[in-house]
């Protein structure tokens, strides 16, 4: 009996130890180096999220595809920059989103 409460304390207590990285989470920044682009230009897209964070970066077209898709790694101020290429897409407009598990942002190109 005594060590079934001691497990049911231990479990207790690494769930909590868990609970105020989950809930504080790394928060994210974007923004871009251009409001418009065309096919073939080169585009920046750049912010900052907690450092040595891995941020994933995608970019979906006007019609929901994902046209651009990465993995980076913030630096040790938490800073990052991604440069891509605009490929052939349909036409309309690029959404941009970086994110770190939930916590994402987003810009319109």
């Not at 990465?70 to 991604?82: A, R």
Request: aromatic share 6%; charged share 15%; proline share 3%.
């Amino acid at each position: 009996m005594a060590e079934k409460r001691i497990a049911i304390i231990v479990t207790a207590l690494l769930m909590f130890s868990i609970l105020p990285g989950l809930a504080l989470g790394a928060q994210v920044s974007l923004d871009l180096n251009k409001s418009n682009a065309a096919v073939g230009d080169s585009v920046t897209a750049y912010g900052s999220t907690t450092q040595n964070e891995w941020v994933c970066i995608k970019v979906v077209d006007s019609c929901g595809s994902i046209v651009v898709f990465d993995l980076i790694k913030s630096n040790s101020s938490g800073d990052y920059s991604y440069d891509f290429k605009i490929p052939q897409v349909s036409p309309g407009n690029l959404n941009v989103v970086a994110g770190c598990g939930s916590n994402v942002a987003n810009k319109t190109l």
